[in-house]
């Protein structure tokens, strides 16, 4: 009588050899996209609300007003404060502007780019305007480098019933050294910017490139710089800001904001 077969039980070292050993992982498909470098914790401060920036300047006219209203009793010589370079303490000038406002101003883009104008209360604040100018980063400082004093106006039309304060409007025809070069357009700062904000925090001036692995590896390195901003405004239609030269005080670079 013939027995039944019975299956065989593999022995451990048999299970061992016959088991799949695991796969490798796999190659990185070269069409994935390019990852977004790693941003950095963003610890801007919110830019100061100042509504009414050129109050001292009204204050001090009214005082002045009053003044002359009085009869004059001796002839005497009387030297109003000049607006010129001032330092504190007295001695060289440092290159502030007596009677402006101090800000930060940042020239940054990608070579190729659209230029990107933005103005702080201070590198470690949140930008007040982000202005993008139609004209490539490369051709923007280019001129700026072969021009001892670039001046960059940017107007807007008033309208009766608007009540938009001027930094705060949205497009701008743009002229650079009295040439039009199309148009400047406002836009609220994106993580891409703040990341570039943030990494400049501790410059307060300079001029440098940042690589593309700490901003945008797609669009390569990014073009920088960073000075001070001598903020004047004249009325609610119109503002100037200076960056000048720290060597020898000479205005590089004004930016002439006007609403007519």
């Known amino acids: 009588m013939t027995q039944p077969h ?9 299970s061992r050899s016959t088991s799949p050993s695991p796969s490798p992982p796999a190659a990185a498909d070269a069409g994935d ?3 977004s470098p790693p ?23 009214t005082v002045r007003s009053a003044f002359r209203s009085f009869p004059i009793l001796t002839p005497v010589t009387c030297r109003l404060p000049h607006v010129g370079f001032h330092r504190r303490g007295g001695g060289p000038c440092d290159g502030h502007i007596h009677g402006a406002i101090r800000t930060t101003g940042t020239l940054f883009g990608h070579f190729k780019a659209r230029i990107t104008l933005a103005i702080q209360d201070n590198p470690r604040s949140v930008p007040l305007l982000l202005l993008e ?18 001046r960059l106006a940017l107007e ?31 836009r609220e700062p994106t993580e891409s910017d703040l990341n570039v904000m943030q990494l400049l925090h501790a410059v307060s001036m300079g001029a440098g490139v940042l690589p593309g692995d700490m901003t945008e590896p797609i669009d390569g390195e990014l073009t920088y710089m960073r ?6 405004v004249g009325s609610k239609d119109s503002e100037t800001f200076h960056m000048l030269n720290p060597e020898n005080n000479s205005r590089e670079l004004s930016i002439f904001f006007v609403r007519i």
Request: with cysteine; hydrophobic share 35%.
């Open 227 to 232: 000075g001070y901003l001598d903020r004047f």
């Open 156 to 186: 807007c039309e008033k309208k009766a019933a608007d009540k938009t304060p001027l930094l705060e409007e949205p497009m701008w025809t743009a002229f650079i050294n009295s040439k039009n070069i199309g148009y400047a357009a406002r």
């Open 39 to 61: 941003r950095v914790p963003i610890t801007l401060l919110q830019p100061s609300q100042r509504k009414h920036p050129s109050r001292p300047a009204k204050l001090f006219r």
């Open 33 to 35: 996209p390019i990852r």
């Open 133 to 150: 100018l139609a004209v490539p980063t490369a051709k923007f400082l280019h001129d700026m480098r072969s021009s001892s004093h670039l």
């Open 6 to 14: 019975q299956a065989r039980t593999p022995t451990a070292a048999e």
